[in-house]
Antibody, heavy 125, light 112 residues
Framework: QVQLQESGPGLVKPSETLSLTCTVS????????WSWIRQPAGKGLEWIGRIYTSGSTNYNPSLKSRVTMSVDTSKNQFSLKLSSVTAADTAVYYC???????????????????WGQGTLVTVSS | QSVLTQPPSVSGAPGQRVTISCTGS?????????VHWYQQLPGTAPKLLIYGNSNRPSGVPDRFSGSKSGTSASLAITGLQAEDEADYYCQSYDSSLSGFWVFGGGTKLTVL
């Protein structure tokens, strides 16, 4: 059973960079897409971006200028950096696996089948 | 403002049937893209409920079903149970801008 675990600082100061890591256990990180998704308190889900184990990335256009993702296959980990944070970036951050069960996979056929438990990141001075 | 529109709340008595709608546009659901659904129990991470419009992962009861038509999709829950009280989110792909994955705003299901 694949398990994901987010880790990183729970408090980040405004204008600084939020950094989170997701550790994958129970399976290999290779040959999958991996996403970051966030949820402000009492609000809905927002997809931040995804990374393939080759390092190829896709980012939400609304966050693209501030987001960087990376992957370390040797550690079975992938990471998120979000720069110039403000209070609006305060949220629970989830990592998730993108999966496609079809024989032919297209962008829309991917869904999130495994999720981490989430980690709360607060932006405050 | 979410790209996919869901009703903020729905409710039903135990044993009843409820549906949750998810309305999109020509750049997402209307483009023929798949819709997936997630259930989020209070204080927990979302859980995959329906994928590819109408498919259930193993372990999801057949009381949950999904459908899609035109620019909308629906999640139906029959034989409502107290444990179904949760937030439900639809998700699809949007081809506008450079393309990205989008969620609905979520629907709170209350079991009366």
């Amino acid at each position: 059973q694949v398990q994901l675990q987010e880790s990183g600082p729970g408090l980040v100061k405004p204008s600084e960079t939020l950094s989170l890591t997701c550790t994958v256990s129970g399976g290999s990180i290779s040959s999958y897409y991996w996403s970051w998704i966030r949820q402000p308190a009492g609000k809905g889900l927002e997809w931040i971006g995804r990374i393939y184990t080759s390092g190829s990335t896709n980012y939400n256009p609304s966050l693209k200028s501030r987001v960087t993702m990376s992957v370390d296959t040797s550690k079975n980990q992938f990471s998120l950096k979000l720069s110039s944070v403000t209070a609006a970036d305060t949220a629970v951050y989830y990592c998730a696996r993108d999966y496609c069960s079809s024989t032919s996979c297209y962008d829309d056929t991917y869904y999130f089948d495994y999720w981490g438990q989430g980690t709360l990141v607060t932006v405050s001075s | 403002q979410s790209v996919l529109t869901q009703p903020p709340s729905v409710s039903g008595a135990p044993g009843q049937r409820v549906t949750i709608s998810c309305t999109g546009s020509s750049s997402n659901i209307g483009a023929g893209y798949d819709v997936h659904w997630y259930q989020q129990l209070p204080g927990t991470a979302p859980k995959l409920l329906i994928y590819g419009n109408s498919n259930r992962p193993s372990g999801v009861p057949d009381r949950f079903s999904g459908s899609k038509s035109g620019t909308s999709a629906s999640l139906a829950i029959t034989g409502l149970q107290a444990e179904d009280e949760a937030d439900y989110y639809c998700q699809s792909y949007d081809s506008s801008l450079s393309g990205f994955w989008v969620f609905g705003g979520g629907t709170k299901l209350t079991v009366l």
